[in-house]
């Protein structure tokens, strides 16, 4: 095998990466509806919500800095999983994919080009909470901030892993009832975890959005930085990067 040849079939390259994540983000830039989703949405959410507790901002402190890291969730979420699948149905994948493009070149610039609008997301979203809308938090806003672009890639990571398992972009989106709603349930947005059912809070133990939350409590109500938050933010990571490895895997060099 030529050096060459080596080189091509190299996992991880970051100059294919870098051009992946450049041509995702030429496509979104004429894209501004999907922008607007992205970006616009998570504030207008947390905005109205503030005021639907225009009464009451306690109950807006309470769970503002946990909804700070369920929107970008969502909203990474549904964007990255109807952007891959269209890809794919459309062949773009496929011809990408014979060209001297590894799995990981491809994920990873997936990754970097919606993690870059992750950043803009989250500091926005955080920036109105904190700074506009008054949520009152403890720990410094800075710790919200890893906290809800963390959320945000592993919405891009479960995007991308899911979108391999749909034939179409409604189906991609019917996989939202199956993979977000029964973690939104259970990571103690609604109720506390330890007051479950057990079955229910041993399944919230294993579900990534539980530990969000949990990050985004302790920076509600700590004013340093705890070690039950460092260790809900290695949990999160983790899970993104497992969830990356995963997509990474199902990505086929032919669509059919």
Avoid at 215 to 221: A, D, I, S, T, W
Avoid at 234 to 246: E, H, N, T
């Amino acid at each position: 095998m030529t050096t060459r040849s080596a080189a091509s079939r190299a996992p991880l390259s970051p100059a294919r990466t870098a051009a992946t994540a450049a041509r995702v983000l030429r496509q979104l830039r004429h894209d501004p509806r999907t922008i607007g989703l992205m970006i616009v949405v998570p504030c207008v959410m947390l905005f109205l919500l503030r005021y639907v507790f225009d009464g009451d901002p306690r109950t807006f402190d309470n769970i503002g800095a946990s909804l700070l890291g369920i929107f970008p969730l969502i909203t990474m979420f549904l964007v990255t999983s109807i952007a891959t699948l269209r890809e794919r149905t459309s062949g773009t994948l496929e011809r990408l994919l014979s060209m001297p493009l590894g799995k990981g070149d491809l994920i990873a610039g997936y990754a970097l080009a919606f993690g870059a609008l992750a950043i803009v997301q989250s500091a926005l979203a955080t920036g109105l909470a904190v700074w506009l809308l008054d949520l009152d938090v403890m720990g410094s806003p800075w710790l919200l901030l890893l906290v809800a672009l963390l959320d945000a890639l592993l919405g891009t990571a479960l995007g991308l892993f899911v979108s391999a398992f749909a034939a179409s972009e409604f189906q991609a989106v019917q996989f939202m009832p199956a993979v977000i709603f029964p973690q939104l349930l259970l990571c103690g947005l609604f109720a506390p975890r330890d007051t479950m059912h057990p079955a229910l809070e041993a399944v919230s133990d294993v579900l990534p959005m539980s530990y969000a939350v949990d990050g985004m409590n302790e920076v509600l109500r700590h004013p340093d930085l705890t070690s039950a938050f460092v260790l809900d933010v290695l949990i999160v990571a983790g899970c993104a990067l497992l969830v990356l490895a995963l997509g990474a895997a199902t990505l086929r060099r032919r669509t059919n």
